[in-house]
């Protein structure tokens, strides 16, 4: 059984994982925008500037909470493979549910500025994520944690 970390601990965790789960999105949109349509092609470069900002931000919250952020893998593993945009606008809707769970654990161990920080993204992200799918999640964030 994994311990639990301390109270103190846990923003600073948290802010760790929607640290990752930005790197991993910030590289997922740039093989998203490659596939992606004609159409949707602005909407994946807004959105992977969007993750880099809030990449850039998670960075310097890390730091502000005493930690060293962790650096960006350099490739992730796509959790299938896209062969056209169909493909593409799957896997952002997926990719952005990922963030939202990532930002709705900061959002539960975070308060203050932070925690509406967290919140904030948490919405962009389940926006974008209904954007892509074409529809909406009852709980935004809470998907994976089933």
């Known amino acids: 059984m ?9 923003p600073l965790e948290a802010a760790q994982a929607a640290l990752a789960a930005e790197h991993s999105a910030a590289y ?3 093989v998203i925008g490659a596939r992606a349509s004609a159409a949707r092609a602005a909407e994946a470069r807004e959105a992977y500037g969007e993750h880099l900002a809030r990449r850039d931000s998670l960075t310097r919250t890390v730091r502000e909470l005493g930690g060293s952020p962790r650096p960006s893998e350099a490739a992730y593993a796509l959790p299938f493979e896209l062969r056209g945009p169909a493909d593409a606008e799957r896997l952002a809707a997926e990719i952005e549910d990922r963030v939202a769970g990532a930002y709705s654990d900061l959002v539960r161990a975070a308060d203050g500025r932070l925690r509406r920080e967290a919140a904030d993204a948490l919405s962009a992200s389940a926006v974008r994520a209904a954007r892509w799918r074409g529809v909406g999640v009852a709980f935004p964030g809470l998907t994976e944690k089933r």
């Open 28 to 30: 997922a949109y740039g």
């Open 2 to 10: 994994k311990p639990e970390p301390s109270p103190a601990g846990r």
